[in-house]
């Protein structure tokens, strides 16, 4: 069974971050722009398992747990990020990332 | 007891102590302020009875007790006390004298309302007067002697709410201090060339045979030797306090004082500490071959006799008659001092003490029972309505115009005038003596004529009558007239006693030598001139006391133009004031005006100029370093506002910068390793 | 062969998804386009022998997290109306080539490294009970962390998305009453 070389995952990851990056700072939905911080993650996590695929000691399991522990911390914070989407839309009546600059200095 | 010597420094330390506590008492303590005062006094002379016994068992001459006061690096300061014939004589008669006139005082001064101010500042003299006596150093008598100085001012001035009062103690006070630099300047001077100021330590005290030899042989720039030249200094010092003429001017204006105050400081005690600061310096003022400093003091002395007992005649002040008698008493015993040495001139001045003091003190009784009257014109036939006091002041009277045989002062001026018979340099000073116990008989009869004999004084005018003084007056008047006729045996030619004493030799009863020719010459001069004195006296002023009013001095009748001068005491007061005094404002309106103006100004200009630099201070703070500051502040609020522009609260931008900062971070870090 | 080629597939599929879910219009078609990229994630996983990973992908992510998502933009749909595209955001360009810079940095070290064209060794078999053992041994603390991360996230979700009394939402408030009052709120 013949693999891709790593440099095509890992091409594969770079492309998937720049989607997810290009959708973060580009949309106006606050939720999208979770969805594109979503990708990036998956793109970091499917570094690590390439890595570990084709790594020097994949016995060690080292990636994968790295990968497990990101998953759910992501789930984590995508609980919390759409409570307060959900919680912000509920005062503001909108999503619109550019209506809450109330920070601004 | 030869132990007494170590206690001697009680006798001052009491009234001291007394004085003090007396200071501290409140107005209304009169019993207690009178009690501390007369219980001082009488230890003072029971200790000083003691050290007189002392002195008559023990034949040492001479104790003393020396202490360092401080010591500096390569000399010490040493006081000391001692005890010999003379200081214990002198001892007994202050101490007895300030007790009869204390007790006097409770009477005299009852009325008064600072009644334990006085006997404040009478314990403080008595101390200073009995330091004086007992100093066995010069520094030490001065300081005594400015203490009595000091009292004699306050004493003065007690009724200071009186202008002529104040006047007169400021005036004794400075014609004193006169005299006192002088003391001062000789005292240095001595110090230095003997470098002791102690008299008698062991053979190294400056009245001492070695330091008076070195004195004697050392010479001044005048050519004159330098124990004259010293001596003549502490003279100056002397003729201050003992009111001898040119510095006589403020006894009698001292007389503004309570009767008391006279009784005991001009008349007894003060005033003769110059006298006693002569016979205690006396080893040094007669030292050497040819002591010219005596002669000047027996000049001075005889001068000073003729010349008050010529301004006593012209005089309408009961006390002022006695004063200018103290005066010229004074100056009899200077001349007693230099013509016939210590226990001459001693002799009188004990005996004109209880005298002089018993003639104050019966002034004192007639202006009380004269309710305040002063003016002998204003009074007369007192011989009747004070009985006891008129008994007393003629016993006084005759004992000062020295009445023959039965009366001190006969004995005392006698040997005087015998001493100066003998002197050797002139004879002038015996004439003038004699030419002074005329005056003075002359003078004293026409006091009492005018005080005790004559009308009344209600006939003429007065508001109420005389009457006699209460007894706690009179019975001292009655013991110092005992003293005033029975002192005088102690210093007859029969039995020279007093002289012996002195000078540590004994005496012995030779009833001849009385009878001896120059002696009994004398007496029967000096009782000739006192007799034509008083009968001239008698007749002149006897029929003018029975005058009313009496105006007209006879004297002034005869003799308007002398008499005129006799009245203004020779013009030597506004002498003074012309010379002395101006000069003296001048110098002082030149000072304020040296004060004021220059000194004030440079003041106020070196804060004027300290102010302008505050100033500038001020101005460079405020616009240079706070200015400085705030433009920093600002610069800085500046720069946080635009940074806080940067800041627009929108994530997405933020991702972008990061975003931006990733690659050019992934770019550094690739061409960094590249 | 197989490997290549279902992986070739697979990264197609994934990169078309997720452009997807970037770039359309409507909400709900990014969020299953989202789904669908997370799913393809999965297969490749799996077709990197990290079978238990991959799973695990599926169930956390496109079982979950997606859910979650597409909860999240229904109960925010009040905006419909307006376009939410990204025609409204202005400044999308920037952004992008921001995005194509990160893209460029971060190929530029993938395609110059030698290293990276190696093939991969003999596939290893984590069996699920090894997973267990490393999860119980190694890493039993970040275990139990992230036991209590998610336990906090879950309050903290809880707590954040709670509807208030006072937030006017209750039934029988017409919804320009409660624009009006939430609107009042609004004025801060």
């Known amino acids: 069974m013949m693999n891709p070389p790593l440099s095509h995952y890992l091409l594969l990851s770079a492309l998937l971050f720049s989607i997810g990056f290009a959708g973060a700072v580009a949309r106006r939905g606050a939720i999208l722009v979770l969805i594109g911080i979503e990708l990036m993650l998956n793109a970091a996590n499917l570094n690590f398992i390439a890595f570990w695929r084709f790594g020097a000691n994949p016995q060690a399991l080292t990636g994968v747990m790295f990968v497990l522990f990101s998953i759910a911390i992501a789930a984590a914070e995508v609980a919390v990020g759409l409570a307060l989407v959900i919680a912000i839309y509920r005062q503001r009546k909108t999503t619109r990332l550019d209506a809450m600059d109330s920070l601004k200095g | 007891m030869p132990h007494l010597i170590l206690f001697l420094w009680l006798v001052p330390s009491l009234p001291l102590l007394a004085a003090g506590w007396g200071a501290l008492l409140k107005r209304q303590r009169r019993r207690l302020a009178a009690g501390l005062a007369i219980g001082a006094m009488a230890l003072s002379w029971l200790l000083s009875c003691a050290a007189f016994f002392s002195t008559l068992r023990v034949r040492i001459l001479r104790q003393s007790c020396n202490f360092t006061w401080f010591d500096l690096a390569h000399t010490t300061v040493q006081l000391g006390w001692m005890l010999d014939p003379l200081t214990a004589i002198m001892l007994m008669m202050v101490t007895f004298l300030a007790l009869v006139i204390f007790i006097y005082s409770l009477g005299y001064m009852a009325r008064d309302q600072n009644f334990t101010r006085f006997f404040c500042f009478m314990s403080l003299f008595g101390a200073g007067m009995l330091g004086l006596v007992i100093a066995n150093s010069l520094l030490l008598l001065f300081i005594c002697w400015e203490l009595v100085g000091l009292s004699s001012y306050l004493l003065i001035g007690f009724w200071y709410e009186k202008p002529a009062a104040a006047a007169a103690a400021k005036k004794a006070f400075i014609t004193t201090r006169i005299g006192d630099i002088a003391l001062l300047l000789g005292m240095l001077w001595l110090y230095s060339r003997s470098g002791t100021l102690l008299f008698y330590n062991h053979g190294q005290g400056c009245l001492e045979q070695a330091s008076l030899d070195r004195l004697v042989a050392g010479a001044t720039m005048g050519g004159m030797a330098l124990s004259t030249a010293i001596s003549l200094l502490i003279f100056a010092g002397a003729v201050g306090k003992s009111g001898q003429v040119p510095l006589h001017v403020w006894l009698p204006d001292a007389m503004e004082g309570p009767t008391p105050v006279s009784a005991l400081i001009h008349a007894a005690t003060m005033v003769a500490a110059g006298v006693f600061l002569v016979a205690r310096m006396y080893p040094l003022i007669s030292a050497g071959p040819h002591p010219a400093a005596l002669q000047v003091v027996t000049w001075v002395g005889a001068v000073t006799a003729v010349f008050a007992a010529a301004i006593a005649m012209a005089q309408n002040d009961i006390k002022r008659i006695i004063a200018y008698s103290t005066i010229s008493q004074l100056g009899y015993m200077m001349m007693g001092l230099g013509v016939g040495g210590v226990a001459v001139g001693m002799f009188h001045l004990i005996t004109h003490a209880f005298f002089k003091s018993l003639l104050f003190l019966g002034a004192g009784s007639v202006i009380h029972g004269c309710h305040g009257e002063q003016d002998i014109r204003k009074m007369g036939g007192l011989k009747q309505l004070m009985p006891w006091t008129f008994a007393t002041y003629a016993a006084g009277m005759m004992a000062l115009c020295g009445v023959p045989l039965f009366f001190s002062g006969f004995w005392s001026k006698d040997a005087i005038l015998g001493a100066a018979r003998d002197w050797p340099f002139s004879s002038a000073p015996f004439y003038l003596g004699v030419a002074g116990a005329f005056l003075t008989a002359f003078y004293m009869t026409r006091q009492v004529c005018w005080v005790f004999f004559g009308k009344p004084a209600e006939a003429q005018g007065a508001q109420a009558p005389a009457h006699e003084s209460p007894a706690v007056m009179t019975i001292p008047l009655a013991i110092l007239a005992v003293f005033a006729v029975l002192a005088g045996f102690l210093g007859t030619p029969a039995w020279p006693w007093f002289d012996s004493y002195l000078n540590g030799a004994n005496a012995r009863f030779t009833f001849a030598a009385l009878f001896a020719r120059p002696q009994l010459l004398l007496l029967l001069l000096s009782t000739l001139v006192v007799g034509i004195a008083f009968a001239l006296g008698w007749r002149v002023y006897s029929r003018v006391a029975w005058q009313s009013p009496r105006e007209a001095d006879p004297l002034e009748k005869s003799l308007p133009p002398l008499f005129w001068l006799l009245q203004n005491k020779f013009f030597i007061d506004e002498l003074y004031a012309a010379t002395v005094i101006r000069l003296n404002t001048a110098f002082s309106l030149c000072a304020d005006w040296l004060d004021r103006v220059v000194w004030a100004g440079a003041v106020r200009a070196v804060s004027g100029l300290t102010r302008a630099l505050a100033q500038i201070n001020r101005a460079l703070d405020e616009s240079g370093i706070n200015a400085g500051f705030d433009l920093g502040c600002q610069g800085l609020r500046d720069t946080g506002s635009i940074l806080s522009w940067m800041q627009n609260g929108r994530i997405q931008r933020y991702l972008r910068v990061l975003g931006l900062a990733i690659c050019l971070g992934l770019l550094a870090l690739i061409w960094g390793s590249a | ?188």
């Not at chain 3, 409507?26 to 997370?38: E, G, I, P, S």
């Not at chain 3, 194509?100 to 009970?129: D, N, R």
Request: include cysteine; proline fraction near 6%.
């Open chain 3, 1 to 188: 062969m197989l490997n290549e080629i279902s992986f070739y597939l697979l990264a197609a599929l994934t990169v078309a998804c997720a452009v997807a879910a970037m770039a359309l219009r409507r909400l709900v078609h990014c969020a299953l386009c989202a789904a669908a990229a997370f799913a393809g994630l999965a297969l490749i996983y799996l077709q990197l022998d990290a079978e238990f990973v991959g799973f695990a992908q599926l169930l956390v992510y496109v079982g979950a997290i997606a859910i979650l998502i597409v909860f999240a933009v229904l109960l925010t749909r009040g905006e419909e109306a307006a376009p939410g595209g990204r025609q409204s955001s202005p400044s999308w360009i920037s952004g992008v080539g921001i995005a194509v810079l990160l893209l460029a940095g971060l190929l530029l070290p993938i395609l110059a490294s030698p290293s990276l064209q190696h093939g991969a060794p003999p596939a290893p078999v984590p069996s699920v009970k090894r997973i267990g053992e490393e999860l119980m041994t190694r890493y039993v603390l970040p275990l139990e962390m992230v036991g209590v991360l998610l336990t906090a996230a879950l309050l903290g979700a809880v707590v954040i998305a709670l509807r208030e009394p006072s937030d006017g939402n209750l039934p029988g408030n017409s919804p320009a009453q409660q624009r009006a009052k939430t609107g009042e709120a609004m004025n801060l």
